[in-house]
T-cell receptor, first 112, second 115 residues
Framework: DGGITQSPKYLFRKEGQNVTLSCEQNLNHDAMYWYRQDPGQGLRLIYYSQIVNDFQKGDIAEGYSVSREKKESFPLTVTSAQKNPTAFYLC???????????FGSGTRLTVV | DAKTTQPNSMESNEEEPVHLPCNHSTISGTDYIHWYRQLPSQGPEYVIHGLTSNVNNRMASLAIAEDRKSSTLILHRATLRDAAVYYCILMTPPGSGAGSYQLTFGKGTKLSVIP
């Protein structure tokens, strides 16, 4: 079945460490997105990519980095520069931004 | 970006219809109205979208006001599995300037379904 796979589901990181969250899709979607969600809040856009080797900053890109070397993959790195990284991270994809998005099941990152 | 306003929470009895309202008074002529829902600890799920006409699919119906400044998501018979946060979002098609290429989520409406 086609879909988006995010791994791991839960992730613990020590302060000062970088960590990379995985996002893979087999839907042949062009566009991919990373969102962050804090408790009781809506989703906020971190980065998005419309095509391979191209990506754009969203509303809260500071302290994060991404790459898009393959159409299927859009990993997100949470760097030590992100001051409050504990959150629920969601990856999504779409054929083009106009149509419905498909979301992964998320990665819950906790800084310890 | 065009904004939407939704009630923070709503309750419904099981097997009764639910009408979830959304106001979007600053909507532009090319903005589509999208609805997503999110179950606890899961990613959002696409529900339905429309432009001007009312829309139906297997999950829900979308009623859009004639002036497009408001819309209503209708769940015809609420079940316990429909308990979720429902997001009403305006999406600008490609090429229409700022706000393209992204969904902007508000806090949504938390729907509770009472058995």
């Amino acid at each position: 079945d086609g879909g988006i796979t995010q791994s791991p589901k839960y992730l613990f990181r020590k302060e000062g460490q970088n960590v990379t969250l995985s996002c893979e899709q087999n839907l042949n979607h062009d566009a991919m997105y990373w969102y962050r969600q804090d408790p009781g809040q809506g989703l906020r856009l971190i980065y998005y990519s419309q095509i391979v080797n191209d990506f754009q900053k969203g509303d809260i890109a500071e302290g994060y980095s991404v790459s898009r070397e393959k159409k299927e993959s859009f990993p997100l790195t949470v760097t030590s520069a992100q001051k409050n990284p504990t959150a629920f991270y969601l990856c999504a994809s779409s054929i083009w931004n106009f149509y419905g998005y498909t979301f992964g099941s998320g990665t819950r990152l906790t800084v310890v | 970006d065009a904004k939407t306003t939704q009630p923070n929470s709503m309750e419904s009895n099981e097997e009764e219809p639910v009408h979830l309202p959304c106001n979007h008074s600053t909507i532009s002529g090319t903005d589509y109205i999208h609805w997503y829902r999110q179950l606890p600890s899961q990613g959002p799920e696409y529900v339905i979208h429309g432009l001007t006409s009312n829309v139906n699919n297997r999950m829900a119906s979308l009623a859009i006001a004639e002036d497009r400044k408001s819309s209503t998501l209708i769940l015809h018979r609420a079940t316990l599995r429909d308990a979720a946060v429902y997001y009403c979002i305006l999406m600008t098609p490609p090429g229409s300037g700022a706000g393209s290429y992204q969904l902007t989520f508000g806090k949504g409406t938390k729907l509770s379904v009472i058995p």
